[in-house]
């Protein structure tokens, strides 16, 4: 059995229904109760089918049924929980996946209980452990190793399992959850478990009485329940977006709670910190691909061609770590992604996943609730450390520390946790004197944040637990049994639940800006886009817009935006991007005039003086690029950059001589591939062609570009070339001779 055909025929069917395309979900049901095992749910699809085909009768005739549009949307509702159910039905016989397997195992105890139907809390195969539980001292506190212990263990698991592997939750399962709210005999980080296992189930199958439960934990108020219970309300929400308007007793119970400020910054936090999680891979991968090499090597970066979009230094943060300043005083790039890596860290980026990545091999890790647990100092995992003879004396304030550190997840404590008993013993000394000081530092730290904003704790929590669930669908040996939810674009702000909840015109500006800063332009722009239907005169709305169309590389919309911008308010910025546009569409005289405009209004900026010799550049008047480039020289003497275009000029006019002595100028700084083909063009032009075919020899075994790389500018050079006085006859040759030698 295929499981991804059974997946997508489910997808499109919850499509279709959510369209009201009923006939053609209903056929694809069909379709899909052929691949089941079970005789019921062929004989409820048939029910559904009569029901709706009387529907339609009754319609054609003109008979009138007051009750129709609520019989219509109870058989939307049916054709959903039906197609669900078949899906269980056959992942279960046919997937292998270790989520079914534990089901029937589960299932086969149940048996043997002689309840194999769940009915009541009092047929749970655990109700027994349960019961001796809940008739324990509220204080009793027993040891790790005990028996009680043991069976206390076991018992949380099985309330877990039982959470996550009920499809539908019925007058048990609200019983259960009742004894978690309110019995008093669950700890936090048992409740918080419970929670992510009703989370799980709900992504699964859909229950609105699961979004219910969550709703109640988070309106229960206790922390680090509450965090997760709202997390996994709105994962599920986004989730199943197409089904939420069809419950009605869903959207009323959101609509409710959204009267409250405080729900609707709770939900703006969440929503924000879970689109944030997308720029993870892109932090791990710029760990890995370049800040770890660079520190190795701490390599320059290279230069292209003429270097035109090089020639002024970035802005350059004065503010620098006085720790880090020794450390990478080679190198400026990578001082300043560490500082930037830091602030990401302290804003809830999540800069430790791929650190951590590797460190999700311990047996901890096998046992699928362990993904889920939060980390807390009564753990057994922290009692083993208890027995390290280095760790040992130090493992109280160890384990505070980790527990109360706001920037490493759960999931990632316990992995560095498990790491240590592996550390040699002076590097153990070392963590140990590292977590004393964190501690101490966190003590302060938290008082003060704290009273500066009232809602750390809550964005602190949420972002530790999205992280946690992050880890687990990207790295558990169980994540090809769920579908990744944090997979595309994210795009909760346009979901049902965030029009109900977070405020849209404010939360959707915040998001923009966020999207914006962190070059999720397409994103960015939708939202811009929507916004610009009623702020027709907002003139910075049309730059952003426009910019986020230029970073996309489609120029003429941006051209477009640029335009609008400049006739509500005229700023050299908008015309010297309108310019940039103009430029890349190949339009160089526009783009000459725009550029003009801007210095006239800015006549010393340094950026506008260069653009503007540019342009003069692309338009080969070698001459007026000339004096250009030569106010940025005067200006900045020691700008070597400025060297290139300055020395391509003189070649291009035929001044020989003054070009070489920018190109002996250019020598003294590292010289890139560009820089050799157009110094081998120059010694062309003189007659030196041994010395040119050295030059062009080192421009394609620099490692910047291909033999075939090279044969392509050349080509291109090849009518310059000419108009200089190079014979036409000899080019096709001199190539040759280049392919022969190597």
Known sequence: MNVTRINNQHKKLCRLVSARKIKQSLDIL??????????????????????????????????????????????????????????QDILSHYSGWHTYWVRQQTEKEQRLTGKSIVETVDDLMFKSELDEWLKLSHEFNPDPDSEISRKHKQLISNIFNHLWLTDHYDEAESSLVDIIMNSGKFRWHEAGLFVSAITLSGLRTWQPEKLMYLTDFY?????????????????????????????????????????????????????????????????????QDEIIPKVARLKPGIDEKLGLDNILPGDRDEEKNPDWAEMFSDSEEIFKTMEELT?????????????????????????????????????????????????GPGTNELAEALYKTPFICNSDKYSLLLNLKYLPSAQKKMMLKVFRMELEGLQQLNEEENAADPYRSFR?????????????????????????????????YNSEFFRMTCNAPDA?????????????????????????????????????????????????????????AELIDRKVWTLKKAGLCLRRLGRNEEALEYYLQAHDMEPDNIHTIIMTGHCNLDLKDYESALKYYFRVEYHEPGNLKILRPIAYCYLALGRFGDSEKYYDRLSEGRLNAHDYINMGHLSLCKGNRKEAIELYRLSYNSGEISLDEFINIFSED???????????????ILLDYLLFTG
């Open 30 to 87: 069909e379709d899909m109760i052929t691949d089941s095992q079970s005789g019921n749910l062929r004989d409820e699809y048939n029910d559904i089918v009569m029901t709706y085909r009387n529907m339609l009768t009754y319609t054609i005739e003109g008979i009138n049924d007051p009750e129709r549009g609520r019989i219509y949307l109870k058989l939307i509702q049916s054709i959903l929980s039906l197609s669900d159910r078949v899906r």
């Open 219 to 287: 309106e229960a108020a206790t922390d680090h329940i509450m965090e997760r219970a709202l997390t996994g309300l709105i994962l599920t929400l986004h989730y199943y977006n197409e089904r939420v308007l069809l419950y009605p007793e869903v959207i009323e119970r959101i609509r409710k709670l959204s009267e409250g400020t405080r729900f609707r910054e709770h939900c703006r936090i969440i929503v924000f910190q879970t689109i944030r999680s997308r720029e993870t891979e892109k932090l791990s991968k710029k760990l």
């Open 343 to 391: 602030e990401l860290q302290m804003e809830g980026a999540d800069v430790y996943m791929s650190a951590f990545a590797n460190l999700k091999h311990f047996d901890f890790f096998k046992d699928f609730q362990n993904w889920f647990v939060p980390f807390h100092p009564d753990h057994e995992t922290v009692d083993e450390i208890f027995r390290d003879k280095i760790l």
């Open 460 to 492: 602190t929590i949420v972002t530790q637990y999205l992280q946690d669930i992050y880890r687990f669908f990207k790295l558990s040996p169980y994540r090809k049994e769920f579908e990744d939810i944090f997979l595309g674009k994210l795009d909760i």
């Open 508 to 564: 959707e500006a915040g998001l923009a800006d966020y999207f914006f800063s962190k070059g999720f332009y397409d994103d960015a722009l939708a939202i811009f886009l929507k916004q610009l239907r009623e702020r027709t005169t907002d003139s910075q709305l049309y730059e952003k817009a426009g910019y986020c169309h230029q970073q996309n590389k489609d120029y003429e919309e941006a051209l477009k935006l640029y335009k609008r």
């Open 718 to 732: 090849e009518s310059l070339l000419i108009s200089l006085g190079v014979n036409q006859d000899d080019l096709p």
